[in-house]
């Protein structure tokens, strides 16, 4: 039972830790993208 428990647990932060980071690579990108666009708005 605790193993089965265990085993969860583990997938969950697995998936936690995976959507976290994806999540950051998301942010930094739309920052990246913001900037970009002002540079080339910008005569």
């Given at each position: ?19 976290h980071f ?5 942010y930094f ?5 913001q900037i ?8």
């Amino acid at each position: 039972m605790l193993k089965l428990l265990y085993k969860f647990a583990s997938k969950l932060l697995r998936i936690t830790k995976f959507c976290h980071f994806r999540h950051q690579l998301c942010y930094f990108a739309m920052k990246f993208w913001q900037i970009l666009s002002k540079m080339v708005s910008k005569p």
